[in-house]
Each structure stands twice: as structure tokens, then as C-alpha cells.
T-cell receptor, first 114, second 114 residues
Framework: AQKVTQAQTEISVVEKEDVTLDCVYETRDTTYYLFWYKQPPSGELVFLIRRNSFDEQNEISGRYSWNFQKSTSSFNFTITASQVVDSAVYFCALLPGGYQKVTFGTGTKLQVIP | NAGVTQTPKFQVLKTGQSMTLQCAQDMNHEYMSWYRQDPGMGLRLIHYSVGAGITDQGEVPNGYNVSRSTTEDFPLRLLSAAPSQTSVYFC?????????????FGPGTRLTVL
């Protein structure tokens, strides 16, 4: 069975602070894919990143960075110098290789206070 | 391209009524799926399709039917609505389920069952 745990239900930070959103996953597959999505207050779902299980390199995109560690089954997301526009619900998701069923975590609501 | 469109945006039903949530995409994507989003539950996969004529169940299929007669359309049918089906429904599509950098979500349908 596949499982994605986002233990942080809600996080509040003051603008310009750094914040890390945690994601822990469970799968028995050796090939799998991990994703992060952003859901702003407007409700749409925005794809942020995909990472496959064979690529443990960390990735940076502007103020966003992702730390993938297979040893701890974690795929954490860090926002540097947070901004009010970062306020949203962030979802981590898992797709086992060879399947078409994506499992989402329950989401972390981030509030950036000006 | 219109991307993924969903209709209606809002719907109120009485228990026992039936209705169809429409989803269409104009990107010639093979893979389409339906999710429901409930508070504290994240997104849960209802049904998915890997191409016209092929559908399969996701995590929470009970109470929902789907069909895929064309590549473009993937309607979700509620045959006898129940209050437990009150939720926000998202349709998504991608050329390939692994190519989530091109996966698109529709704007969602907010359904209330009284």
C-alpha cells in the first residue's frame, strides 16, 4: 500500500522567514515518483515538481528547494524568504512506477503573515 | 487551448438525485482522472482512465460511475447522491501519468448534497 504523510496541518510564518514543509512516504516499489502541488486560495491545483526514485539530487527553483532522501523516505519542500503569495495549501503526492494511481497527502496549509 | 474544463462549477443536489459532472480536455491527453477533495483528507482518486474505452477504479469508487467514449471527455456520474458525496471534485489529465509537468487539473466542481 502507498501512503503519504504530511504531519504539519497548518504552519504560520512571518514574511521573509524560511519554512520547510515535511513529506514522508511509504511504498514497497523501487521505482516511484514524488510530486508537490500548490493550491492557492483560489482553489486551482498547480504542479510544482516531480522527482523519480532514482534521482536523489536536491533541486532548487528560485526561492523553492526540495530535499529528497530515500534513506528516510522523505521529500521535504523549503521556501526561502517566504512571501504572502506563498500562502496556500501544499500537497505532496506519490505515484508508484507502473501504476496510474497517485496518492496525495492531506496537505499543509501555509499562512505567510505580512 | 482551453485546457481542462469542468462543469458545473457549483451544484446542489437532494439525496437520491442523480447527476453527471462533466470533464473535457482539448490537449489529446490519454490519461484522465477524477479526485474528490475533502477537508483534512487531501485528494483521493475516484476513477481514472488511460485511454478511450478503458477505465479503472481508484481509492474511493463507490457511488460513482465513469465512462470514456472519447479521448476528450471523462464524465463522472452520481447515480443516487448521498450527503457523504458533498465535496469538491477535480478532474485531471495528462499525456502520460508520469509526465506530471504537463498534468492539468480542472478548476473543480463544488457539490453539496442535502
Amino acid at each position: 500500500a502507498q501512503k503519504v504523510t504530511q504531519a504539519q496541518t497548518e504552519i504560520s510564518v512571518v514574511e521573509k522567514e524560511d519554512v520547510t514543509l515535511d513529506c514522508v512516504y511509504e511504498t514497497r516499489d523501487t521505482t516511484y515518483y514524488l510530486f508537490w502541488y500548490k493550491q492557492p486560495p483560489s482553489g486551482e491545483l498547480v504542479f510544482l515538481i516531480r522527482r523519480n526514485s532514482f534521482d536523489e539530487q536536491n533541486e532548487i527553483s528560485g526561492r523553492y528547494s526540495w530535499n529528497f532522501q530515500k534513506s528516510t523516505s522523505s521529500f521535504n519542500f523549503t521556501i526561502t524568504a517566504s512571501q504572502v503569495v506563498d500562502s496556500a495549501v501544499y500537497f505532496c503526492a506519490l505515484l508508484p512506477g507502473g501504476y496510474q494511481k497517485v496518492t496525495f497527502g492531506t496537505g499543509t496549509k501555509l499562512q505567510v503573515i505580512p | 487551448n482551453a485546457g481542462v474544463t469542468q462543469t458545473p462549477k457549483f451544484q446542489v443536489l437532494k439525496t437520491g438525485q442523480s447527476m453527471t459532472l462533466q470533464c473535457a480536455q482539448d490537449m489529446n491527453h490519454e490519461y484522465m482522472s477524477w479526485y474528490r477533495q475533502d477537508p483534512g483528507m487531501g485528494l483521493r482518486l475516484i476513477h481514472y482512465s488511460v485511454g478511450a474505452g478503458i477505465t479503472d477504479q481508484g481509492e474511493v469508487p463507490n457511488g460513482y460511475n465513469v465512462s470514456r467514449s472519447t479521448t476528450e471527455d471523462f464524465p463522472l456520474r452520481l447515480l443516487s447522491a448521498a450527503p457523504s458525496q458533498t465535496s469538491v471534485y477535480f478532474c485531471a489529465s495528462s499525456y502520460d501519468p508520469l509526465e506530471t509537468d504537463t498534468q492539468y487539473f480542472g478548476p473543480g466542481t463544488r457539490l453539496t448534497v442535502l
